[in-house]
């Protein structure tokens, strides 16, 4: 279930950036997750650069539980981050982690790794 050297790049700052994970071996529905980003391991969650919130209601531009799953059924996850959230990120080099938590109060580090997105070579596009 848990990914805990996982790297994020690929992306470009500035780009909106869908996170989206299949989560196994679930042992009751998934009703929250979250994601966060932190410049070290350290840092409280209120002081982390970017954390999103989810739950089975689609939020735009936060994201969604797409599906709950159960035992012996996949759940997915879906986070979105838009354009001012992978500006405000930059290019630096950020460590996060997924976790969810579900029907039964269980609470699971899905994932745990860096994201690191690439400058941008046009900066203003037009219609």
């Known amino acids: 279930m848990s990914e805990l050297a996982a790297t994020i790049t690929g992306f470009v700052v500035?780009?909106?950036l869908e996170i989206r994970r299949t989560v196994t071996d679930l042992t009751a529905a998934i009703?929250?997750?979250w994601?966060?980003?932190k410049?070290?391991?350290?840092q409280a969650d209120g002081d982390a650069k970017l954390q999103k919130a989810i739950t089975t209601t689609?939020?735009?531009g936060?994201?969604?539980?797409?599906t709950a799953?159960?035992?012996g059924v996949n759940g997915v996850i879906r986070f979105d981050l838009g354009q001012a959230d992978t500006l405000g990120l930059g290019t630096s080099r950020w460590i996060y982690d997924i976790q969810i938590r579900q029907s039964d109060v269980q609470?699971?580090?899905l994932e745990t790794g860096t994201l690191q997105l690439s400058p941008q070579v046009t900066r203003a596009t037009g219609s």
Do not use: A, S
């Open 14 to 16: 500035g780009d909106n």
């Open 31 to 33: 009703t929250t997750g």
């Open 35 to 37: 994601l966060t980003l």
């Open 39 to 42: 410049r070290h391991h350290g």
């Open 58 to 60: 689609d939020v735009p």
């Open 62 to 66: 936060v994201g969604q539980v797409v």
């Open 69 to 71: 799953g159960g035992v």
């Open 107 to 109: 609470v699971f580090t």
